[in-house]
């Protein structure tokens, strides 16, 4: 039989790509064997050398000298390769915002507080339409209009407190009467790390809004997340390319603001944003995209939040993708394959801290999370220094993290509290007394 060299000569081609491909593919994977651990790695010395890119430097290598450069021309260019690389695409605004007051409770805390719940309905033109229910407490007997703390939370609106009128929020799968219940369990698991009476007391408002209910915190979340006011049922039944939970959250904290700041005790120049873990990483985007935010305050956020991606100690972007598998919703789809050489990313995260600039940010991490990389977490804030430093501001003068339980810095500040992965009082004392100190707060009687 006579073969036809014009087909034999694809086929052949094809054969040697595909051959080509595995053996790429193995030799990434042993490399990443040999020099990355797969068992976590807390041992510093075992760790590959880390060379950060500067901050300062522009993709066509020119390095900016002025606050004003900065905004012109590295900032835009840094939150984009913040996206491509990371988060993905900003969405969009929906088509309409409604607000609904759902409840209001006006004697919350001895007569100190009123209470809220709004429900917030996001719809579009082509008639699809997603919701969420902020809780809202503000002071009742303020002078003026007061500040904001902000942000998306665990479980629900209900976890946050004892308080049976609140709605039980969150839930965003079959509501059965088992699953109900149990959802109801949640009611007040949360409340010490949200002291709301306390920051109350220290004279600020705030609104929470539960973080499933903006993108339900699994693989399959899509399809029950707000990028359903954008695309259809098919296109959600797998991952979207270009997006991620991560970004679908800080939306909703940007959200949260909006209803927020409808409320005439709530003072919209004056606004602090505050998530523990994933939702640090969440706040820390959130706040960088969203220049109403005046501070982040950015707990334990670990990898992907203010940890440096190249020291590859405790959690690293490559097990999160292919350990526990987070990283293929929390993150753009693009970052999966990139995640094997973290030293060869456009960015890493001390220009994320950097992008705050002017605006403060605050970084906790806790002695006992090693998970988070703690010196990791305190020297993205350390590196973002360059940058606070073009507009006049100082940010934190050592390379070594302090000691547990001394705070360091002001507009760029950090705290190494003692004790686990937790968003505790301790946390909020300093991020309340950076708050003040950034919005003029005054102290109360
Ligand atoms: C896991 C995950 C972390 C994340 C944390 C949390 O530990 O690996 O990246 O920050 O969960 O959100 O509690």
Redesign the pocket.
Known sequence: MKINRSILLPFFALLLGLLLAGCHSMNTVQHYQQTIPWEPNFDEQRMPPVVLPDALKCLNGKKVRTADEWLRYRRPELLRLFEETMYGKRPPMPDHVEYTLLSEKDDEFDGMAIRREILVNFRMDNGRHHDMVVLLYVPSRAERPAPLFTGLV?RGNHALTDDPSVQATGQRYPKTPEKQAEWEQFRGQRKNSYPIRTIIERGYACAFASYHDIFPDRIDGWSQSIYRLWHDDAELAARLPGCSSIGAWAWGISRVIDCAVTQPEVDGTRIACIG??????ATLWAAVCDERIGLACVN??????AALSRRLIG?TLF??FNK?H?GEF?FTDTLAERSLHPENLPVDQHELVALMAPRAVSIHSATEDN??DPKGEYLSAYYAGPVYRLFGIEGLTSREPPPPDTPVGETVSYLFRTGR?DLQIADWEHYLSVADAVFNTPKPE
């Open positions: 665990f523990h873990s994933r939702l640090g990483k334990d956020s670990g990898c992907g939040g959690e097990s999160m526990n987070f929390w998970w988070a992965h």
